[in-house]
């Protein structure tokens, strides 16, 4: 740091010590002695201090880190809830929108505090940048105890959405985040709200529109992946043209036997 560095003295430093006499008469031993031990306090001074600021800059910055809000890698729609349609003895569904706007490649996953009730499809998975995943979330209602319709009302259940930046061509499990516990960011905790499936709503038909986007996205990875090579139909061709010549050949060959006899 800037207290704790010694510099070449300058020219008027120079100066200076020619217009000190006292420093170079007397005795050598004197003098010598008085000029090593007013180094060495100088020293252990700079040193302490150097090493008090070195201390306080690091609880600083761990202080300032601590303050300032984690970078956001992910993007998420909607930003802070969970809507489900309230029908209560049935497993309804939600869908959020996940996507990565960094530029590295993210890991991503999904905790909740009702494990027992909810589920997430895919619960968790790497994203390259710019790309997104709408994810489903499936959801258990219970019947309510006294009757009540809790619709458009927050419930106490959770979902907690956690990202990791990963190196290109890193396999994606859970144990990721546990490795690297310190890398991990928390980017949202979303909350459940239940909407009445009876009353239409912007939020209910937003609902509706990324189920039915998730959906088509799940049976576009089920189908087989598209086939490059040679077509069946070609080989068969082929085939059956190899096999007339064939035919040919031998037909050709039982006549100039016959000739022959």
Not at 97 to 103: E, G, L, V
Not at 126 to 139: C, D, H, W
Not at 153 to 175: A, N, R
Request: net charge positive; proline share 7%.
């Amino acid at each position: 740091m800037a207290i704790a560095d010694h510099h070449k003295p300058h020219s008027s430093d120079g100066k200076l010590w020619k217009l000190c006499p006292l420093w170079q008469s007397g005795t050598t031993s004197s003098s010598s002695s008085s000029t090593q031990n007013l180094h060495s306090q100088n020293h252990s001074h700079q040193n302490g201090v150097g090493s008090n600021i070195s201390r306080s800059s690091t609880s600083v910055t761990s202080v300032a880190r601590s303050l300032l809000p984690a970078r956001r890698r992910l993007r998420l729609d909607p930003a802070n809830n969970l809507y489900f349609p309230y029908e209560p003895g049935k497993q309804v569904k939600s869908a959020v929108k996940i996507k990565n706007t960094s530029k590295s490649y993210v890991a991503f996953k999904f905790q909740t505090t009702a494990p027992k009730s909810c589920y997430m499809r895919p619960p968790g998975g790497i994203l390259e940048p710019g790309e997104s995943v709408i994810a489903t979330v499936f959801k258990f209602v219970e019947h309510p105890e006294n009757n009540e319709k809790p619709v458009d009302q927050k419930s106490k259940v959770k979902f907690k959405i956690m990202s990791l930046k990963v190196k290109e061509g890193t396999d994606y499990v859970p144990e990721l985040f546990d490795e690297q516990k310190d890398q991990v960011t928390i980017e949202r905790v979303l909350r459940v709200v239940f909407l009445d499936p009876e009353r239409p709503s912007p939020a209910l038909e937003k609902l509706k529109r990324q189920l039915a986007e998730a959906e088509a996205a799940l049976e576009s990875r089920k189908k087989p992946p598209v086939e490059t090579g040679p077509k069946v139909v070609g080989e068969g061709l082929v085939i059956d043209e190899w096999k007339e010549r064939r035919e040919k050949y031998l037909a050709r060959q039982q006549v100039e036997a016959v000739d022959s006899v």
